[in-house]
């Protein structure tokens, strides 16, 4: 996973992990711009016998976007596998997002980070990595460039710090058996509740909000730019914990609220 406005090395940082991760394994990404299409392309130009990278996309899995991959698109779907969860023929628009992203983390057994910005959405799914039990990796990238500070800040936190294909070998761990959290670093984001907490048990779907629109302007219209609690939120705007988790991943990718210590969230002073 990274940014979109990827720089030539991040981009082939990505491919040539990719490349070599794709020899054992499948690797999962989000087919946007950058970072993600340089994963795919070293996927499929080393993956073994095909089918060595899944591409989850935000719209309807008929839906070339970016236009710019069309090519690429067109080759993970004959070579490799496209997945999405929306209806055919549906444009992809930004509260699809956090959603393609639950969708990566929990398709993946790690989620490697090879640039992202500090409000990156590369960041949420690192995030719903490790709510999901995954690993989280990060490619270390120079303190000079905005494009890296998510991805540093990631491991000052407790990532798994990546410099090639042996340190995400490491922290996989055997390649056998079920998915579990390796027995390595620890991930950031390990202390937060698990995505089969009771708040969301294993085999029963998150209610979906009856009214988006009109939730989302109420929690807007409780959040202020002081932090407060997620839970104090919830309770006050009335909704279930899955719903008020949905519409937080979404404001929280459109650069709009931000997240504390604590388990606090505000909104973003610049947002105004």
């Given at each position: 996973m990274g940014g979109r406005n990827a720089s030539a090395n991040g981009q082939r940082v990505a491919e040539g992990l990719a490349a070599e991760l794709?020899?054992?394994?499948?690797?999962?990404?989000?087919?946007?711009?950058?970072?993600?299409?340089?994963?795919?392309?070293?996927?499929?130009?080393?993956?073994?016998?095909?089918?060595?990278?899944?591409?989850?996309?935000?719209?309807?899995?008929?839906?070339?976007?970016?236009?710019?991959?069309?090519?690429?698109?067109?080759?993970?779907?004959?070579?490799?596998?496209?997945?999405?969860?929306?209806?055919?023929?549906?444009?992809?628009?930004?509260?699809?997002?956090?959603?393609?992203?639950r969708l990566i983390s929990g398709l993946s057994r790690a989620v490697v980070v090879v640039e992202a910005a500090l409000r990156s959405g590369s960041l949420i799914t690192a995030r719903l990595a490790g709510e999901q039990g995954r690993d989280v990796l990060a490619v270390p990238g120079s303190p000079l460039d905005p494009r890296a500070k998510g991805s540093n800040s990631l491991i000052r936190d407790g990532a798994w710090l990546v410099e090639g294909i042996d340190d995400v070998m490491t922290a996989l761990g055997p390649l056998n058996g079920p998915i579990a959290p390796s027995q390595g670093r620890q991930s950031p984001f390990r202390s937060l509740p698990a995505a089969d907490s009771p708040a969301n048990p294993p085999n029963e779907a998150p209610p979906a909000s009856q009214d988006p629109a009109r939730d989302r302007d109420k929690v807007l219209e409780l959040l202020g730019y002081s932090p407060g609690t997620v839970d104090e939120l919830g309770r006050r705007a009335h909704l279930s914990p899955a719903v008020l988790a949905a519409i937080l991943l979404e404001l929280e990718l459109a650069g709009r609220v931000e997240r504390h210590s604590g388990g606090q969230i505000s909104l973003i002073i610049s947002s105004l």
């Amino acid at each position: 996973m990274g940014g979109r406005n990827a720089s030539a090395n991040g981009q082939r940082v990505a491919e040539g992990l990719a490349a070599e991760l794709a020899h054992s394994l499948v690797v999962v990404s989000g087919l946007a711009r950058g970072i993600d299409a340089a994963a795919h392309e070293g996927a499929l130009a080393s993956g073994k016998d095909g089918g060595s990278t899944i591409a989850v996309v935000a719209g309807g899995v008929d839906v070339v976007y970016p236009r710019e991959n069309a090519a690429l698109t067109e080759r993970i779907a004959v070579e490799g596998a496209i997945v999405a969860e929306q209806p055919f023929g549906l444009q992809p628009q930004a509260r699809h997002f956090p959603h393609r992203n639950r969708l990566i983390s929990g398709l993946s057994r790690a989620v490697v980070v090879v640039e992202a910005a500090l409000r990156s959405g590369s960041l949420i799914t690192a995030r719903l990595a490790g709510e999901q039990g995954r690993d989280v990796l990060a490619v270390p990238g120079s303190p000079l460039d905005p494009r890296a500070k998510g991805s540093n800040s990631l491991i000052r936190d407790g990532a798994w710090l990546v410099e090639g294909i042996d340190d995400v070998m490491t922290a996989l761990g055997p390649l056998n058996g079920p998915i579990a959290p390796s027995q390595g670093r620890q991930s950031p984001f390990r202390s937060l509740p698990a995505a089969d907490s009771p708040a969301n048990p294993p085999n029963e779907a998150p209610p979906a909000s009856q009214d988006p629109a009109r939730d989302r302007d109420k929690v807007l219209e409780l959040l202020g730019y002081s932090p407060g609690t997620v839970d104090e939120l919830g309770r006050r705007a009335h909704l279930s914990p899955a719903v008020l988790a949905a519409i937080l991943l979404e404001l929280e990718l459109a650069g709009r609220v931000e997240r504390h210590s604590g388990g606090q969230i505000s909104l973003i002073i610049s947002s105004l």
